[in-house]
């Protein structure tokens, strides 16, 4: 399968930045979409940016012209630029990938998740 490895979280006051990176690995024929989600507590998990192999971006309204998601297609990495960073930002952020990968029969289609990382915004 494809393996999601995520960094960048922790503790960051309000109007602060914070850069999530999220790095794919495994036997990947081709990646479609990578994205963002988050979910804070007792909520839903949420989409906060996606941005598919080619063509544009997308946004949570929440996020938009504060969040922006870089991609290397040649590293398969997606990064999460966090800017302006208000307290109801607090949340688990999970990367999450699709696309295509080499299993033992030929080619497979896999759907990724990362294991999150913590991004706290508080004075």
């Known amino acids: 399968q494809v393996q999601l490895v995520e960094s960048g979280g922790g503790l960051v006051q309000p109007g602060g930045t914070l850069i999530l990176s999220c790095a794919a690995s495994?036997?990947?024929?081709?990646?479609?979409?990578m994205g963002w989600y988050r979910q804070a507590p007792g909520k839903q998990r949420e989409l906060v940016a996606s941005?598919?192999?080619?063509?544009?971006?997308n946004y949570a309204d929440s996020v938009k012209g504060r969040f922006t998601i870089p991609r290397d297609n040649a590293k398969n990495t997606v990064a999460l630029q966090m800017n302006s960073l208000k307290p109801e930002d607090t949340a688990v952020y999970y990367c999450?990938?699709?696309?295509?990968?080499?299993?033992?029969?030929?080619?497979?289609?896999?759907?990724?998740w990362g294991q999150g990382t913590q991004v706290t915004v508080s004075s």
């Open positions: 941005i598919p192999s080619g063509g544009s971006t």
């Open positions: 495994g036997r990947i024929f081709s990646m479609n979409d």
């Open positions: 999450n990938a699709r696309g295509r990968y080499w299993c033992g029969a030929g080619l497979s289609d896999f759907g990724s």
